[in-house]
C-alpha cells in the first residue's frame, strides 16, 4: 500500500521540482537583463575613465581645465578644455533663449487654454517632431537658418553658433512643452476650480495657481532640455564649424565638445594616440556635465512628484 | 475681527466692469499669443521640411536608391546607405528587443523593493540621459578595440541597441503597468506559475505597448549619426555587405555582419560636409528620405498607442 502511494507522489514532486526549477532559471535570466542596464553604466565610466588616464598622465588636470587653448591637431600642442565648453555653453545658452519663451508659452496654452480636441492634435505632433534626426536639423541651420541670417547681418560667418543655436532651440521646444505641459496637467483640479471659484481668470489661474505650483515640473522640463542640448552633436557638428575658439561671441564659429569628437572620428584614429586619448577625455566632462544636470533635474522632478 | 476679512465690495459698477473686462482682454490676449506661437513654429517647421523636400527632389527617384555614392554627384546614390542602414537595425532589433522587454518584465513582475531593483531603475532612468555621442565612445572603447570587432555592422548594430535599450524598457513597463491585478489572479488561481502569468497573459496584453516603444527607438537609431560616426563608420562605400540570405545551403550566412557599411545619415552628413552645390541636392534627397522613414514609424507608433487607449477597457 505504501509503496504505491509513494509511487504516485514522487512524479508530482519530481514535475513541481522541476517546475520551480525553471521558474528559478527564468527568473535569473530577465534578472540578468535587468542587470545589463547597471553594466551599461559601469562599461561607460570604466571605458571615459580608462581611455582618459593615460591622456591626463600627460596633460595635468589643471592645464585641461584652466588653459584657454585648445589645438590638438597643431605643431604646439594646448589641451584646455575651456575653448570647448565655451563653445558648448553659447550654443546651449540661445538654444534655451529661443525654447525656454516658446516651449512654456505652448505648455501653458495646451494645458490651460486650448480645448480638449486641439490638445489631442497637437500633443502627437510635438511627438513626432522629437522624433525627427538630428543630421536633418543640421541640413537645416547650415543651408538655410544661416544663410538667412547673414541676409539680415552680412558678417556673420558660415560656419557660426547663432544659426545652429536657434535650430537646437526649435528642436528642444517640444520637449520642454510636452514635459512641462504634463507637469501642470499634474496639478490637481481642485486648485483649479477654487481659483475660478473666486472668480480669476483663465489666465489668472494659469499663471499665478497652475505655473508656481508646477514650478519644480517646469524646471524639470528645463533642466532636461538643457542637458539634451549640451549633448546634441550632429547640429553644431555639421553648422557651428569645427575649430575650438574661446568664445561666447555667438557670431563667430567655434566647435563644441561632441564637434570636437566627431571631427576627430571622422579623421584616422591613431589608436594610443594622444588624439585617441582627448575624445575621451572630452566625453567624459561632457558626461560629468549632463550627469549633474540629470540628477539636478531627478531632484526636481522628485520634489514635484512629492507634492501632489 | 470676522468683519476684517470680508473683501470690501465694490460699489461702484463701472469700475468693476472695467476691471473684468481687463482681466478678460488679458485672457484671449494669452490665447491669441499662445495660437501664435504655435502657428509660427508649425510654419517654421513646415518650410524648413518643404525646403528640404523640394531641394532634393530632382534627385528623388529609383536610380537614386539604386546607385552607389560617387564622384560625380548626379550619379551618385543611397543604395549601400540604405542597405548599412537595414542590416545595422536588424542588429539593433534582435539584441535590444529581447534584452529589453526581459528587463521591463523583470522590474515590473518579478523585482523585490531592495537595493538592487533600485540600483537598475535608477540606471535605466539615467541612461535614457546619456547623450548619443557618449555611447559612441564607449563603443569605440570596448566594441571596437577591447572586444576587438572593429568597425563593423555587427559594432553598429549593438551600439544602437544601448540607445534603444532604455526606451524599450521604458515603453515594456509603462505597458505591463496597464494591466489589472485580477488578469495576474486569475492565472494564478487555475495554477499558472509566475513565468506561465508573464508569458502568456502579461506579456501578449501590454504587446501594443512594447510595439510602440519599439518603433520609437527603430526610428531612433535609424537618425542617430554621432554615435556611429564616433566607432568610425567609413563615409564612402561603394559595394554592398554580403548577403545575410544565400541560395546555396545554408541559406543563412552571418559574414555581413563583420562587414564594413555606410548609414543614411552618415551619407547625408558626408554629402553636407562637400563643398560643391550637387552634393547639397544629394543631402536634401537623403534627409528627406530618413524624415520620410522616421515620420512614418513615429506616426504608426503613436497611431497604435492611440487605438489601444481606445480600445481597452479593463
Same mark, same amino acid.
Given at each position: 500500500?505504501?509503496?504505491?502511494?509513494?509511487?504516485?507522489?514522487?512524479?508530482?514532486?519530481?514535475?513541481?521540482?522541476?517546475?520551480?526549477?525553471?521558474?528559478?532559471?527564468?527568473?535569473?535570466?530577465?534578472?540578468?537583463?535587468?542587470?545589463?542596464?547597471?553594466?551599461?553604466?559601469?562599461?561607460?565610466?570604466?571605458?571615459?575613465?580608462?581611455?582618459?588616464?593615460?591622456?591626463?598622465?600627460?596633460?595635468?588636470?589643471?592645464?585641461?581645465?584652466?588653459?584657454?587653448?585648445?589645438?590638438?591637431?597643431?605643431?604646439?600642442?594646448?589641451?584646455?578644455?575651456?575653448?570647448?565648453?565655451?563653445?558648448?555653453?553659447?550654443?546651449?545658452?540661445?538654444?534655451?533663449?529661443?525654447?525656454?519663451?516658446?516651449?512654456?508659452?505652448?505648455?501653458?496654452?495646451?494645458?490651460?487654454?486650448?480645448?480638449?480636441?486641439?490638445?489631442?492634435?497637437?500633443?502627437?505632433?510635438?511627438?513626432?517632431?522629437?522624433?525627427?534626426?538630428?543630421?536633418?536639423?543640421?541640413?537645416?541651420?547650415?543651408?538655410?537658418?544661416?544663410?538667412?541670417?547673414?541676409?539680415?547681418?552680412?558678417?556673420?560667418?558660415?560656419?557660426?553658433?547663432?544659426?545652429?543655436?536657434?535650430?537646437?532651440?526649435?528642436?528642444?521646444?517640444?520637449?520642454?512643452?510636452?514635459?512641462?505641459?504634463?507637469?501642470?496637467?499634474?496639478?490637481?483640479?481642485?486648485?483649479?476650480?477654487?481659483?475660478?471659484?473666486?472668480?480669476?481668470?483663465?489666465?489668472?489661474?494659469?499663471?499665478?495657481?497652475?505655473?508656481?505650483?508646477?514650478?519644480?515640473?517646469?524646471?524639470?522640463?528645463?533642466?532636461?532640455?538643457?542637458?539634451?542640448?549640451?549633448?546634441?552633436?550632429?547640429?553644431?557638428?555639421?553648422?557651428?564649424?569645427?575649430?575650438?575658439?574661446?568664445?561666447?561671441?555667438?557670431?563667430?564659429?567655434?566647435?563644441?565638445?561632441?564637434?570636437?569628437?566627431?571631427?576627430?572620428?571622422?579623421?584616422?584614429?591613431?589608436?594610443?594616440?594622444?588624439?585617441?586619448?582627448?575624445?575621451?577625455?572630452?566625453?567624459?566632462?561632457?558626461?560629468?556635465?549632463?550627469?549633474?544636470?540629470?540628477?539636478?533635474?531627478?531632484?526636481?522632478?522628485?520634489?514635484?512628484?512629492?507634492?501632489? | 475681527?470676522?468683519?476684517?476679512?470680508?473683501?470690501?465690495?465694490?460699489?461702484?459698477?463701472?469700475?468693476?466692469?472695467?476691471?473684468?473686462?481687463?482681466?478678460?482682454?488679458?485672457?484671449?490676449?494669452?490665447?491669441?499669443?499662445?495660437?501664435?506661437?504655435?502657428?509660427?513654429?508649425?510654419?517654421?517647421?513646415?518650410?524648413?521640411?518643404?525646403?528640404?523636400?523640394?531641394?532634393?527632389?530632382?534627385?528623388?527617384?529609383?536610380?537614386?536608391?539604386?546607385?552607389?555614392?560617387?564622384?560625380?554627384?548626379?550619379?551618385?546614390?543611397?543604395?549601400?546607405?540604405?542597405?548599412?542602414?537595414?542590416?545595422?537595425?536588424?542588429?539593433?532589433?534582435?539584441?535590444?528587443?529581447?534584452?529589453?522587454?526581459?528587463?521591463?518584465?523583470?522590474?515590473?513582475?518579478?523585482?523585490?523593493?531592495?537595493?538592487?531593483?533600485?540600483?537598475?531603475?535608477?540606471?535605466?532612468?539615467?541612461?535614457?540621459?546619456?547623450?548619443?555621442?557618449?555611447?559612441?565612445?564607449?563603443?569605440?572603447?570596448?566594441?571596437?578595440?577591447?572586444?576587438?570587432?572593429?568597425?563593423?555592422?555587427?559594432?553598429?548594430?549593438?551600439?544602437?541597441?544601448?540607445?534603444?535599450?532604455?526606451?524599450?524598457?521604458?515603453?515594456?513597463?509603462?505597458?505591463?503597468?496597464?494591466?489589472?491585478?485580477?488578469?495576474?489572479?486569475?492565472?494564478?488561481?487555475?495554477?499558472?506559475?509566475?513565468?506561465?502569468?508573464?508569458?502568456?497573459?502579461?506579456?501578449?496584453?501590454?504587446?501594443?505597448?512594447?510595439?510602440?516603444?519599439?518603433?520609437?527607438?527603430?526610428?531612433?537609431?535609424?537618425?542617430?549619426?554621432?554615435?556611429?560616426?564616433?566607432?568610425?563608420?567609413?563615409?564612402?562605400?561603394?559595394?554592398?555587405?554580403?548577403?545575410?540570405?544565400?541560395?546555396?545551403?545554408?541559406?543563412?550566412?552571418?559574414?555581413?555582419?563583420?562587414?564594413?557599411?555606410?548609414?543614411?545619415?552618415?551619407?547625408?552628413?558626408?554629402?553636407?560636409?562637400?563643398?560643391?552645390?550637387?552634393?547639397?541636392?544629394?543631402?536634401?534627397?537623403?534627409?528627406?528620405? &530618413?524624415?520620410?522613414?522616421?515620420?512614418?514609424?513615429?506616426?504608426?507608433?503613436?497611431? &497604435?498607442?492611440?487605438?489601444?487607449?481606445?480600445?481597452?477597457?479593463?
Amino acid at each position: 500500500m505504501n509503496s504505491t502511494k509513494n509511487l504516485t507522489i514522487s512524479p508530482r514532486l519530481a514535475k513541481n521540482f522541476r517546475r520551480n526549477f525553471i521558474e528559478r532559471l527564468i527568473e535569473l535570466g530577465l534578472l540578468f537583463s535587468g542587470i545589463i542596464a547597471v553594466f551599461i553604466t559601469i562599461a561607460i565610466l570604466y571605458v571615459l575613465i580608462s581611455e582618459a588616464i593615460p591622456f591626463f598622465q600627460h596633460v595635468s588636470i589643471y592645464e585641461f581645465l584652466t588653459d584657454t587653448v585648445w589645438t590638438p591637431n597643431f605643431s604646439i600642442k594646448h589641451y584646455g578644455i575651456l575653448p570647448l565648453v565655451s563653445g558648448t555653453l553659447t550654443t546651449t545658452g540661445i538654444a534655451l533663449i529661443v525654447a525656454v519663451p516658446l516651449g512654456t508659452i505652448t505648455a501653458i496654452y495646451l494645458s490651460e487654454f486650448a480645448t480638449h480636441k486641439v490638445r489631442e492634435t497637437i500633443k502627437p505632433i510635438l511627438e513626432l517632431l522629437v522624433g525627427v534626426p538630428t543630421v536633418v536639423f543640421g541640413y537645416f541651420a547650415l543651408m538655410i537658418v544661416t544663410p538667412f541670417l547673414q541676409k539680415i547681418y552680412p558678417d556673420l560667418s558660415t560656419f557660426n553658433m547663432l544659426g545652429p543655436g536657434i535650430v537646437m532651440g526649435i528642436m528642444i521646444v517640444p520637449y520642454i512643452a510636452s514635459l512641462a505641459e504634463d507637469a501642470m496637467r499634474a496639478v490637481p483640479m481642485a486648485m483649479r476650480e477654487g481659483a475660478y471659484a473666486m472668480g480669476a481668470t483663465r489666465y489668472q489661474t494659469a499663471v499665478r495657481v497652475i505655473t508656481p505650483a508646477a514650478i519644480s515640473g517646469i524646471i524639470a522640463a528645463y533642466i532636461l532640455a538643457i542637458s539634451r542640448a549640451v549633448g546634441e552633436t550632429m547640429i553644431v557638428a555639421i553648422a557651428a564649424g569645427q575649430q575650438a575658439n574661446f568664445t561666447f561671441n555667438p557670431v563667430e564659429s567655434a566647435a563644441t565638445i561632441t564637434a570636437y569628437i566627431v571631427s576627430v572620428a571622422l579623421g584616422d584614429l591613431e589608436h594610443d594616440g594622444i588624439g585617441y586619448q582627448s575624445i575621451f577625455a572630452a566625453g567624459l566632462t561632457l558626461l560629468i556635465m549632463t550627469l549633474f544636470l540629470n540628477i539636478l533635474g531627478h531632484i526636481a522632478r522628485k520634489k514635484f512628484a512629492e507634492r501632489y | 475681527m470676522k468683519k476684517d476679512l470680508k473683501p470690501k465690495p465694490i460699489k461702484d459698477l463701472g469700475l468693476m466692469r472695467a476691471l473684468i473686462a481687463k482681466h478678460k482682454r488679458f485672457d484671449s490676449l494669452f490665447a491669441i499669443l499662445g495660437i501664435f506661437v504655435l502657428a509660427s513654429l508649425t510654419i517654421t517647421l513646415l518650410i524648413l521640411f518643404l525646403d528640404l523636400v523640394i531641394d532634393g527632389y530632382p534627385r528623388l527617384n529609383l536610380d537614386f536608391f539604386s546607385n552607389f555614392p560617387s564622384r560625380r554627384a548626379a550619379r551618385a546614390g543611397i543604395l549601400s546607405a540604405w542597405v548599412g542602414s537595414s542590416l545595422v537595425l536588424i542588429v539593433t532589433f534582435l539584441s535590444a528587443v529581447p534584452l529589453g522587454i526581459a528587463a521591463g518584465v523583470y522590474l515590473e513582475e518579478y523585482a523585490k523593493k531592495n537595493w538592487l531593483s533600485d540600483l537598475i531603475e535608477i540606471n535605466v532612468s539615467n541612461l535614457a540621459g546619456v547623450p548619443s555621442i557618449i555611447y559612441g565612445l564607449l563603443a569605440l572603447g570596448l566594441f571596437v578595440y577591447q572586444f576587438g570587432l572593429g568597425q563593423t555592422i555587427l559594432t553598429a548594430g549593438l551600439t544602437l541597441a544601448l540607445l534603444m535599450l532604455p526606451i524599450v524598457i521604458v515603453s515594456t513597463r509603462e505597458a505591463i503597468r496597464a494591466i489589472p491585478v485580477h488578469i495576474r489572479e486569475a492565472a494564478y488561481a487555475v495554477g499558472a506559475t509566475k513565468w506561465q502569468v508573464c508569458l502568456q497573459h502579461v506579456i501578449p496584453y501590454s504587446y501594443g505597448g512594447i510595439l510602440t516603444g519599439v518603433i520609437i527607438g527603430m526610428a531612433r537609431a535609424i537618425g542617430e549619426t554621432a554615435p556611429v560616426i564616433t566607432i568610425g563608420a567609413l563615409t564612402f562605400i561603394a559595394f554592398l555587405p554580403p548577403s545575410p540570405v544565400g541560395i546555396e545551403p545554408p541559406f543563412i550566412n552571418f559574414d555581413w555582419l563583420n562587414a564594413g557599411f555606410t548609414v543614411l545619415p552618415i551619407q547625408m552628413f558626408n554629402w553636407i560636409s562637400r563643398p560643391q552645390l550637387a552634393f547639397h541636392i544629394n543631402a536634401a534627397a537623403t534627409g528627406a528620405v &530618413i524624415i520620410m522613414l522616421t515620420l512614418l514609424m513615429n506616426g504608426a507608433a503613436i497611431k &497604435i498607442r492611440y487605438n489601444i487607449r481606445k480600445k481597452i477597457k479593463w
